[in-house]
């Protein structure tokens, strides 16, 4: 099956790049193009697609508030925000409306569709089972180790914050970095890195440079 995917951006020059990206991945098709928050609106109501890859920055409004219009139209539309907003609230506003991925220009071909053919691997999978079984739903979402319930205190929306973070910067992150790019405390930060390095999913080295206890630095496996 060939999934329809509708492209927002205001930038013209930035659509046909995305248009020509989207195209060169197997099993997607780009159905419509839409530069304002209206024509996107008319867009999804004409060419139903079944994703839509959407700016944050649009004329007048931010893209954010447009998923919730989206579904009005098509209830079971998924949205993938593509944006040079690097704002953590941003973010969390993307993952509370349920976005499937956020991907952080400047990106190349490459990243895109990796969270294309995730996202396609994620409906497949999805359709394939009538009841979802733990196991099932975590691979279908591509999460290992998680079977098990999060420590008290930490929250699912917030470690996949986390594990955005590290995705979209590639290298070595200290609990004060990732405090930072979160706008969490440096005490949550950790809490969640020592998490992920306990389910094998970061990798963890010490920083001797400063005086005092070393830094501890988390680098997401690949």
């Known amino acids: 099956m060939t999934l329809r995917v509708l492209v927002v951006d205001d930038d013209f020059m930035v659509a046909r ?29 004409s060419t139903r697609p079944d994703l839509v890859l959407l700016d944050v920055h649009l004329p007048g409004v931010t893209g954010l508030d447009l998923i919730g219009p989206f579904r009005e139209i098509i209830p079971d539309l998924d949205v993938l925000v593509i944006t040079s907003e690097r704002e953590a609230e941003s973010v969390r506003k993307a993952l509370r409306a349920g976005a499937v991925h956020y991907l952080i220009k400047p990106f190349k071909f490459q990243a895109l569709q990796e969270r294309l053919e995730h996202y396609r691997r994620t409906r497949e999978s999805l359709a394939a089972i009538d009841e979802a079984e733990q196991d099932a739903v975590d691979k279908a979402f591509g999460v290992r180790g998680t079977a098990t319930r999060l420590p008290k205190g930490l929250s699912a929306e917030t470690l996949a914050m986390v594990e955005h973070q590290l995705r979209e910067n590639p290298g070595e992150t200290s609990a004060s970095t990732m405090a930072e790019r979160t706008g969490m405390s440096r005490s949550s930060a950790r ?14 080295s010490l920083d001797y440079g400063n005086v005092g206890r070393p830094e501890r630095l988390y680098r997401l496996e690949r």
């Open 17 to 45: 790049v995305h248009t020509g990206f989207v195209t060169k991945v197997a099993g997607f098709e780009v159905c419509g193009v839409a530069h304002t928050a209206q024509e996107a609106l008319e867009k999804v109501e």
């Open 191 to 204: 809490r969640y890195l020592e998490y992920l390095s306990n389910v094998d999913r970061v990798t963890v």
